[in-house]
T-cell receptor, first 112, second 116 residues
């Protein structure tokens, strides 16, 4: 069965510093992995995805994620955090029937 | 990116009444639409998957008679919460997927339902 874990409920980082939001997954077969961001009272916005190919995936707003098969991880990263990056971030994995299984979310707060 | 809209964005209704939420894909044909429910400070829970012209497939524990889903066209799916109760209050989010968009899911902005 597919599952996703986001071990941190909250991540705080100073503006300008690099940020990492962690995600580990468990799937049978090859994983399709996604990152989404959610702002208050809004739906989810797609950031990036890994299907196949390069392990380092670049996405929207300067975010990137590294797929690590041996560690079954797909951590989201950004070299320099902005206050506007403060939001709720969800990692997801493609499940059966091509639906998505979401992690519990990580709230990122970028401190000015 | 593709645009998915939801209407209404928020609704308040009295207990016992029914509420219909619309999900539209504005610039692509959505062969599949998904309905999620999100509780405060929690993740999204998939409620059901609907394919155009077919009956929806409900996840375990979701009452199909309470949450009626219709996907009558390639651009519109509706979720009707029947005989709503306060415990149905939640944030409902739809997503849409289509062949022309690489089978990626695009999410609507969500609908906040409050049942009084």
């Amino acid at each position: 069965a597919q599952s996703v874990a986001q071990p941190e409920d909250q991540v705080n980082v100073a503006e300008g510093n690099p940020l990492t939001v962690k995600c580990t997954y468990s799937v049978s077969g090859n994983p399709y992995l996604f990152w989404y961001v959610q702002y208050p009272n809004r739906g989810l916005q797609f950031l990036l995805k890994y299907i196949t190919g390069d392990n380092l995936v670049k996405g929207s707003y300067g975010f990137e994620a590294e797929f690590n098969k041996s560690q079954t991880s797909f951590h989201l990263k950004k070299p320099s955090a902005l206050v506007s990056d403060s939001a709720l971030y969800f990692c997801a994995v493609n499940g059966g029937a091509n639906n998505l299984f979401f992690g519990t979310g990580t709230r990122l707060t970028v401190i000015p | 990116g593709a645009v998915v809209s939801q209407h209404p964005s928020w609704v308040i209704c009295k207990s016992g009444t029914s509420v219909k939420i619309e999900c539209r894909s504005l610039d692509f044909q959505a062969t599949t639409m998904f309905w999620y429910r999100q509780f405060p400070k929690q993740s999204l829970m998939l409620m059901a998957t609907s394919n155009e012209g077919s009956k929806a497939t409900y996840e375990q524990g979701v009452e199909k008679d309470k949450f009626l889903i219709n996907h009558a066209s390639l651009t519109l799916s509706t979720l009707t919460v029947t005989s709503a109760h306060p415990e149905d209050s939640s944030f409902y989010i739809c997503s849409a997927r289509g062949q022309s968009r690489g089978y990626e899911q695009y999410f609507g902005p969500g609908t906040r339902l409050t049942v009084t």
